[in-house]
């Protein structure tokens, strides 16, 4: 296997209207709802993430949409992540670690003690699964106001120690 260049990344916060996030979005919504039951589709839509308790980034490689990511603030110290999505011609490349390891230093730069995260547990979410894992991330009972599901997996991660 051929590992390819990582790229070099900008992540900056965004506003949510420019035709490429909007285009990426609803990629990433239409994927997840094909690889997810409707009621275990958890996906922010572009007014779900325009919500004021919620902090939406992309990345870009210099004019290249890369990919995108977001914060909600569940209140308590405790953050969830949204919206992880890397542009598939550039999975594999680092896009979404630099936009992991961003989240995780603006959520300690805000305070927060504890990260958390729902992804589905489906095969096309093993990826997503390892990386989150090889961050620290364990897997958690669901928290705010989701439900135990089989479609999804609950992760969470300690940021106070």
Known sequence: ?????????????????RPAVHRLLQDHLSEMAAMSPPESMH???????????????TAWDGGELAGCCAL???GDGHGEIKSMRTVPSL??????AAML???LAEARDRGWTRLSLETGSQDGFAPAR?????????AGPPFA?????PASVFLTRDLAG
Do not use: N
């Open 130 to 138: 390892r990386l989150y894992a090889r961050y620290g991330f364990v």
């Open 145 to 149: 106001d989701y439900r135990p599901d």
């Open 1 to 17: 296997m051929h590992l390819r260049e990582p790229v070099t990344l900008t992540i900056e916060r965004d506003d949510l209207s």
């Open 43 to 57: 996906a922010l839509d572009l007014e779900g993430l325009r919500r004021p308790d919620v902090t939406f980034w």
């Open 72 to 74: 909600k603030d569940l």
């Open 101 to 103: 390891e961003h989240l």
């Open 91 to 96: 999975r594999g490349r680092g896009v979404a």
